[in-house]
């Protein structure tokens, strides 16, 4: 069955401080990736989609995912995280064996201290 | 655009008691909706996709004659939780994804669930 796996479940940042989450799926074949982000009391809303192309997927709020293939891995990123990022983030997959469902990743809780 | 809204936000049920959570989208046409479980601390697990008209489709482990999934309309989806217990306690939250998208599914608010 399809996995995705982030590495970190609570990483606490300073503001400015640079970021990266780590996500890894495990279907070989044809993927979409997602992150979503989930602010405290708010809905999963998308970050950014990787579905071909370029593998440096820019997303809203100046995050920014690039697809290893080799990897297997979709890592965020944010070059100076700021304290409104604070929130949950989920890396998603879609494709392989689920098509047209999500399989989310454990989620990764960022706390960020102004 | 693409709102997805859920009812109640929270409900407080006694055990045996069974409760329905309404999912509309509100500007756009769902033709297949999700349901989703996230319990603390831990990713949401898919639990039924339904598209409209059509049975819901339910994932291995998910009891089908304990969480009852409509899907009666292009904007309107109901999860109904029969009998709950209180490990049925959760947050329960949808998504709904046009015939046009197939890929970008928009996500409810989620339904906090207590059964005492």
């Known amino acids: 069955a399809q996995s995705v796996s982030q590495h970190n479940h609570h990483v606490i940042l300073s503001e400015a401080a640079s970021l990266e989450l780590g996500c890894n799926y495990s279907y070989g074949g044809t993927v979409n990736l997602f992150w979503y982000v989930q602010y405290p009391g708010q809905h999963l809303q998308l970050l950014l989609k990787y579905f071909s192309g370029d593998p440096l997927v820019k997303g809203i709020k100046g995050f920014e995912a690039e697809f290893i293939k080799s990897k297997f891995s979709f890592n965020l990123r944010k070059p100076s995280v700021q304290w409104s990022d604070t929130a949950e983030y989920f890396c998603a997959s879609l494709g392989g064996t689920s098509y047209g469902k999500l399989t989310f990743g454990q989620g990764t809780i960022l706390t960020v201290h102004p | 655009g693409a709102v997805v809204s859920q009812h109640p936000s929270r409900v407080i049920c006694k055990s045996g008691t069974s409760v329905k959570i309404e999912c509309r989208s509100l500007?756009?046409?769902?033709?297949?909706m999700f349901w989703y479980r996230q319990f603390p601390k831990q990713s949401l697990m898919l639990m039924a996709t339904?598209?409209?008209?059509?049975?819901?489709?339910?994932e291995q482990g998910v009891e089908k004659d304990k969480f009852l999934i409509n899907h009666a309309s292009l904007t309107l989806s109901t999860l109904t939780v029969t009998s709950a217990h209180p490990e049925d306690s959760s947050f329960y939250i949808c998504?709904?994804?046009?015939?046009?998208?197939?890929?970008?599914?928009?996500f409810g608010p989620g339904t906090r669930l207590t059964v005492t």
């Open positions: 998504s709904a994804r046009t015939s046009g998208r197939t890929y970008e599914q928009y």
């Open positions: 339904s598209n409209e008209g059509s049975k819901a489709t339910y």
């Open positions: 500007d756009f046409q769902a033709t297949t």
